[in-house]
């Protein structure tokens, strides 16, 4: 198998195994609003339960950009490029998709920033739960690190081949349109 397919598949890989790791984060979220209704409702505490929820929320929504990215669930305003021929189509994403990654890469540049100084100053959130906040905060980080290698997965495949390689489901799309 040569070095260029398995590299594509370690990278799909990576996009979906992401997307159903954002999928486990909203399950997480159900179960522990269930749990703490339940708690309220035998008059017990379940502390730190809104924590964790805001936790996973955050977890699911950064883990979700890469596959969302791939399955064409990003919002796109396609007025301008539907507009022009392809040369300018070509033109036109590669500009987007280099914006894109040149901020993603910045965002993750100081989400590292982030993580480590909470991990150094053992900065602890505010709530009951009393939770190191570089552990939240890596997930985080970790998500926003997959969605920048997607968008440079994205450009490089834009620049070299002439396709951007996201899928756009239609049926998906059909019921939002």
């Known amino acids: 198998m040569p070095l260029a397919k398995r590299l594509r598949t370690a990278l799909d890989f990576l996009y979906l195994g992401s997307g159903i790791l954002a999928a486990l984060c909203l399950i997480a979220i159900l179960i522990l609003i269930v749990v703490q ?5 035998t008059g017990e505490v379940f502390p730190g339960a809104p924590d964790y929820a805001g936790y996973a929320m955050a977890a699911a929504s ?3 950009f890469a596959n969302a990215l791939n399955r064409g669930a990003h919002i796109r305003v396609s007025i301008l490029i539907n507009a022009v021929g392809p040369k ?4 036109i994403n590669i500009w987007c998709f280099a914006i894109g990654t040149a901020v993603a890469w910045y965002f993750v540049r100081y989400c590292v920033d982030f993580v480590y100084w909470s991990w150094k100053f053992n900065d602890i959130s505010q709530g009951q739960d009393r939770t190191a906040l570089w552990i939240p ?7 926003a690190v997959i969605f920048a290698i997607a968008l440079t997965d ?3 495949s834009l620049i070299l081949k002439g396709d951007h390689r ?5 049926v998906d799309q059909s019921f939002g349109e």
């Open 62 to 64: 950064f883990l979700a």
């Open 166 to 170: 996201i899928q756009r489901d239609l």
């Open 88 to 91: 300018a189509q070509r033109i």
């Open 154 to 156: 994205h450009l490089i």
């Open 37 to 41: 209704m339940l708690a309220r409702w």
């Open 137 to 143: 905060q890596s997930v985080m980080l970790l998500g």
